[in-house]
């Protein structure tokens, strides 16, 4: 299974950027899918999660700014953000599972993970 991110970039306060992650090799019909972002001295943060049904789980931080999506053919994720902030800057990173998503799991639900892109916002 091979995840592969893209869209990130450099934005002013206020922006909007969308990410994307491919997914290729992935056969099972039961998934979690997620956008985790990390930043330098801080833990891994889950941002959204979608599942098979379209079911969506947002962090705080996320709420009303960020949404998750997946193409129809589910081998694309998307993260749509809006409202952009500098705290929001880091590297994202997609994540896939082949559980049920679980609110709380974190990071260790997933079985693979992109290289991640960098979002930079500045003020």
């Known amino acids: 299974v091979q995840l592969v991110e893209s869209g990130g970039g450099s934005v002013q306060a206020g922006g909007s950027l969308r990410l994307s992650c491919v997914a290729s090799g992935y056969r099972y019909s039961r998934f979690c899918w997620a956008w985790f972002r990390q930043t330098p001295g801080k833990e891994r943060e889950e941002v959204a999660s979608?599942?098979?049904?379209?079911?969506?789980v947002y962090a705080d931080v996320a709420k009303g700014r960020f949404t998750i999506s997946k193409s129809s053919d589910r081998d694309t994720l998307y993260l749509q953000m809006t409202s952009l902030k500098p705290e929001d800057s880091g590297t994202y990173l997609c994540a896939l599972s082949h559980k049920y998503c679980d609110v709380g799991a974190g990071q260790g639900l997933y079985n693979y993970w992109g290289q991640g892109t960098q979002v930079t916002v500045s003020s």
């Open positions: 979608i599942d098979g049904d379209g079911t969506t």
